[in-house]
T-cell receptor, first 114, second 114 residues
Framework: KAGVTQTPRYLIKTRGQQVTLSCSPISGHRSVSWYQQTPGQGLQFLFEYFSETQRNKGNFPGRFSGRQFSNSRSEMNVSTLELGDSALYLC?????????????FGPGTRLTVL | GQQLNQSPQSMFIQEGEDVSMNCTSSSIFNTWLWYKQDPGEGPVLLIALYKAGELTSNGRLTAQFGITRKDSFLNISASIPSDVGIYFCAGQLSYGGATNKLIFGTGTLLAVQP
């Protein structure tokens, strides 16, 4: 069974631009969560999607948004990029998003904002 | 953003030594998880704990869910070079049985010298 895949793996953008990251969950998994990892703040929860609906949200500004498609694939978008948005963005999928469901992480997308 | 207090921050040990790390929180969690992250990869789940006081083993790894539900520890016995990586604890809250919001610890960098 293929794992969680994220594209692209690396991305370089400049301040003010916007970016879209993609995540394909493990086949059959309906819940997708996004996390931001930085040296200063560590791993921080962005949001979770289940059945195309945002079910949970972390403390990030509105510039961070996401969506989920009917095949459970998810995208996250960051508008008006800032230098501080440079981070590793991780996607995790689980079967139903229940507390007992293991979350499987993808390799991440490394975003650099210049 | 919220992070759990994880210690030690880093450990440099000899192959064969035992390792112990812990995680504390000011909040109560319903689930404690331990992940390992290798360079360029996403975190991989090592052990999941669902009940206060629970002690669970996975090979050379043993973890416990603290009685107060505010802490957890992870032990690695007889360390080997492939144990090198960053270990994260994570606490998980539950709202109506469905939540995927993980609060991560600050991480412990483990280096094992052969």
């Amino acid at each position: 069974k293929a794992g969680v895949t994220q594209t692209p793996r690396y991305l370089i953008k400049t301040r003010g631009q916007q970016v879209t990251l993609s995540c394909s969950p493990i086949s059959g998994h309906r819940s997708v969560s996004w996390y931001q990892q930085t040296p200063g703040q560590g791993l921080q929860f962005l949001f979770e999607y289940f059945s195309e609906t945002q079910r949970n949200k972390g403390n990030f500004p509105g510039r961070f948004s996401g969506r989920q498609f009917s095949n459970s694939r998810s995208e996250m978008n960051v508008s008006t990029l800032e230098l501080g948005d440079s981070a590793l963005y991780l996607c995790a999928s689980s079967l139903w998003g229940r507390i007992t469901d293991t979350q499987y992480f993808g390799p991440g997308t490394r975003l650099t904002v210049l | 953003g919220q992070q759990l207090n994880q210690s030690p921050q880093s450990m440099f040990i000899q192959e064969g030594e035992d390792v112990s790390m812990n995680c504390t929180s000011s909040s109560i969690f319903n689930t404690w998880l331990w992940y390992k992250q290798d360079p360029g990869e996403g975190p991989v789940l090592l052990i999941a704990l669902y009940k206060a006081g629970e002690l669970t083993s996975n090979g050379r790894l043993t973890a416990q869910f603290g009685i107060t539900r505010k802490d957890s520890f992870l032990n690695i016995s007889a360390s080997i070079p492939s144990d090198v990586g960053i270990y994260f604890c994570a606490g998980q809250l539950s709202y109506g049985g469905a939540t995927n919001k993980l609060i991560f610890g600050t991480g412990t960098l483990l280096a094992v010298q052969p």
